[in-house]
C-alpha cells in the first residue's frame, strides 16, 4: 500500500514534468531547453518528502503519541500523515525530533550516572549512540536529521 502511494506520488511528478518537456519541445523559440529549465520548486518537494514520512509513520503510532501529548488533535495530527498543512506538518515533525534527540540524551545521562567506570572511560554521545543502534536498530531512527 505505501509502495503503491509513494509509486504514484513519483509517477505524478514524471507525468508533469513530460508535459513540460512536450511544451518546450512543440515550442522551442519560446519554451525551449535554452530559454525555460523545467524542475520542481522547494514547496513540491518539501511536500512529497512530508507525504512521504506521513506514509511511513501511517500505523506506528505517531498519530496517536502527537494526540496523548496534547500537541494536536486526533484530526489534525492525521493530517500530518498527508501533509495536508506544509508548516504545520513540518513543525510536527520537528517537535517529534526534538523529543526524540531529548530522550537519547536522556538515556545516555542515565547510561553515564549507572556506570561505575571514570569518567574519562565513558564514550562521547555520539559514540554511544551508534554503539545502541548496532544493539538496537530503531534506536537510531532519523538520527542523521539532527545532527
Known amino acids: 500500500m505505501m509502495v503503491m502511494a509513494l509509486k504514484l506520488r513519483w509517477l505524478h511528478m514524471v507525468q508533469n514534468i513530460i508535459m513540460a518537456k ?27 518528502a512530508l507525504k512521504t514520512l506521513g506514509d511511513w509513520l501511517q500505523g506506528s503510532g505517531w498519530v496517536q503519541a502527537l494526540v496523548q501529548a496534547e500537541i494536536a488533535t486526533a484530526g489534525t495530527a492525521d493530517s500530518f500523515l498527508r501533509a495536508s498543512h506544509v508548516l504545520r506538518t513540518r513543525r510536527a515533525h520537528q517537535v517529534t525530533a526534538a523529543a526524540l534527540y531529548i530522550l537519547q540524551h536522556r538515556a545516555y ?20 549512540c551508534c554503539q545502541r543502534g548496532e544493539d538496537i536498530p530503531s534506536f537510531t531512527t532519523g538520527q542523521p536529521c539532527w545532527n
Open 109 to 128: 545521562n542515565h547510561y553515564c550516572l549507572g556506570e561505575t567506570r571514570d569518567a574519562e572511560d565513558l564514550p562521547e554521545f555520539e559514540d554511544w
Open 22 to 48: 512536450q511544451i518546450q519541445w512543440k515550442w522551442p523559440e519560446s519554451y525551449g531547453e535554452d530559454q525555460i529549465v523545467v524542475m520542481f520548486g522547494g514547496l513540491h518537494i518539501e511536500m512529497v
